[in-house]
Structures are given as C-alpha cells and as structure tokens.
C-alpha cells in the first residue's frame, strides 16, 4: 500500500524559508509524480507545483513562481518542497499528493490519488 | 490560465436525496477534471478523474458527466458520510487551479 509521509510541523518568521519533505513508501518513486498543494485556514486548495521524476522537471503555479523549489531524491524516495520569502499569508497547510500512476505514465499531470498527511506550516512576523 | 468556477457555494440537501454539483472552467479542459471529497481535518480524497471515471473504492452513488468547460457531479442518494465539501480540479494543462468548493449540508 503505498504511502506519502510528511515531516512536522514548522514554526517560522516572515522571510525566512521552509522545507518539507515527502517520503513515499511502497512504490517504485520514478514512476511517481508528486504535486505540491496548501489549504489555509478557512480556504479551498492551492496547487503550488508538482515534478514527475520520470522526465525530472517540475512546473509551478505563477503565484509562487520564483518562490518555490519542488525536488525529488529518487534514492531516498522523498520529495521536497521549499517555500522562500515567507509571509503570514503563507501560513498554510502544505500537502503532498500522488499523480494516479495510470495517468502518469502517459504523461498526464493530474489527478491526485494519495495525499501525505500535510504539514502546517505557521508563519509569525 | 484557466480558471474553475463552481456553483452553488453551499447546497443543502437532504439525506436520501439527490445532489448536483456544478464545475465549469474558463477553456476548454477536455475531460481532463477531477472531483475531490474534503471533510474537516482531512486532506481531499479523489472521487473522479477524467470527467466520469470513479476512483478506486468510490460508490457508484458518485457519478461526473460532461467535457469542454461544463462538468457535473451527482450524488444520487446522499448519506451521513456525503455532507462535506466538494472540489473540482483541472489538468489539462499547467497550472492546475481547483475550484473554490461546494459545501453539501444537510437540510
């Protein structure tokens, strides 16, 4: 049964940066695309970005182009995502999420079919 | 960049009844829509992808229909565990927006 395991939570202060971690368990990780979305408090979902190790680049949403960092460790089978420049709007929860495999290997970008538990990120000025 | 408009903001229904949820984006998408299922505390669960093919362990009482910009989600019998938000997704093409939700209450 695959699995997306996300690092804890972060306490952090306005312009500095975080990173959280998505460990995935059970599948072979070059066939698995991972994308990157927040909920803030109250709100619907975000999608941030995603990167599929299969053709090793990652796309972002505009909103966080130049912000966001998404990259993947296919030794260790873990993604990552780097936010830099933080706000107190950026306080969020942060998801992983799996590309269903059978649209992955077509290159397809979406949907997502397994999500990490998220991690909530608290920015503070 | 395409963007997902659902309607209504809150649908409030009764258990047993029918709920049709409405999800229409800015282009052409294709059938490439996916309809996501989010109680409080929990991160989404797939419902839908590709406009009307079920995920993986989901009740037939879910169904998605439509193409192009106008998609539709049907929940044929609600039950306790349905009342929750509902969210539309596109992945057509980068980026890949979410609508803004629909909260199932009950009546």
């Known amino acids: 049964q695959v699995q997306l395991v996300q690092s804890g939570a972060e306490g952090k202060t306005a312009g500095s940066s975080v990173k959280v971690s998505c460990k995935a368990s059970?599948?072979?990780?070059?066939?698995?695309?991972i994308n990157w979305v927040r909920q803030a408090p109250g709100q619907g979902p975000e999608w941030m970005g995603g990167?599929?190790?299969?053709?090793?680049?990652?796309n972002y949403a505009p909103k966080f182009q130049g912000r966001v960092t998404i990259t993947a460790d296919e030794s260790t089978t873990t993604a990552y995502m780097e936010l830099s420049s933080l706000k107190s709007d950026d306080t969020a929860v942060y998801y992983c999420?799996?590309?269903?495999?059978?649209?992955?290997?077509?290159?397809?970008?979406?949907?997502?079919?397994?999500w990490g538990q998220g991690t909530l990120v608290t920015v503070s000025s | 960049e395409i963007v997902m408009t659902q309607s209504p903001a809150t649908l409030s229904v009764s258990p047993g009844e029918r709920a049709t949820l409405s999800c229409r984006a800015s282009?052409?998408?294709?059938?490439?829509l996916a309809w996501y299922q989010q109680k409080p505390g929990q991160a989404p669960r797939l419902l839908i992808y590709?406009?009307?093919t079920r995920a993986t362990g989901i009740p037939a009482r879910f169904s998605g229909s439509g193409s192009v910009t106008e998609f539709t989600l049907t929940i044929s019998s609600l039950q306790s565990e349905d009342f929750a938000v509902y969210y539309c997704?596109?992945?057509?093409?980068?980026?890949?927006?979410f609508g803004q939700g629909t909260k199932v209450e009950i009546k």
């Open positions: 590709g406009a009307s």
């Open positions: 059970g599948a072979t990780f070059t066939n698995t695309a």
């Open positions: 990167i599929n190790p299969l053709f090793g680049t990652a």
């Open positions: 282009q052409s998408v294709s059938s490439n």
């Open positions: 997704q596109q992945y057509n093409s980068w980026p890949l927006p």
């Open positions: 999420a799996r590309v269903l495999p059978s649209l992955a290997a077509a290159g397809i970008v979406g949907a997502f079919d397994i």
